[in-house]
């Protein structure tokens, strides 16, 4: 009986400690999935998958220490996750120039499973490629995101937009530059240990 007890106990503080996570960080968490993912119902797919990782975490008893540090980390994977299944060819396409090769952006991402310093590498990098995307323009990065990651030609952007395709492939180009720029710098970091 007393066993039940502590373990309804339990259940009821995992459920409060859930349920203030979700309160405190459920506005900006949101927040930073929209500025990144422009479709609003794949922003509130990825939200509950987020929160509902919470909850799993707590109902395996993994600790987490700092939830709102965690939570975003999770967002963010989320949010790649989303793009790679969408159309992980265009974004692999695009090529970032070095002095003498050609390296793409799947290359600057090592593998998730190629050990621990892989991991690091790649999460900075990713880290990277978020912080570049925000400095931006907001036109330059909606044109970059919509023709990368969700697939949306120039022709339909202009249809739906009813800005010139010319202007849209100028803007695409001044962000695919500024990618270029911010990425290489932290690829040379990489391989030049």
């Known amino acids: 009986m007393k066993e039940t007890l502590t373990i309804d106990w339990m259940a009821s503080l995992q459920d409060q400690r859930i349920a203030e996570a979700v309160r405190q960080e459920k506005g900006r968490l949101a927040q930073f999935i929209r500025r990144r993912v422009s ?6 797919d990825i939200l509950q998958d987020v929160f509902y990782e919470l909850v799993e975490a707590y109902r395996l008893m993994q600790p987490i220490e700092q939830v709102g540090a965690w939570l975003f980390r999770v967002a963010r994977n989320r949010i790649t996750d ?16 070095a002095e003498d090769e050609s ?3 799947e290359d600057l991402l090592p593998s998730a499973d190629a050990g621990p310093e892989a ?7 990713l ?3 978020e912080e ?3 400095e931006l323009p907001d036109e ?9 990651f969700e697939g ?5 952007l202009a249809a739906a937009t009813g800005i010139s395709s010319n202007t849209l492939l100028s803007r695409k180009r001044y962000a695919v530059k500024h990618l270029r720029r911010r990425l290489q710098k932290v690829y040379t970091e990489f391989t030049a240990r």
């Open 132 to 134: 570049a995307l925000d």
């Open 39 to 44: 479709d609003a119902g794949d922003a509130e």
């Open 127 to 129: 880290e990277e490629l």
């Open 103 to 105: 390296v793409s952006f």
């Open 140 to 148: 330059q990065r909606a044109v970059f995101l919509a023709t990368e």
């Open 82 to 97: 989303r793009f790679r299944k969408k159309k992980p060819e265009l974004f692999g396409d695009q090529a970032v120039a």
């Open 119 to 125: 991991n690091y590498a790649r999460s900075v990098m």
């Open 152 to 156: 949306h030609s120039f022709r339909e």
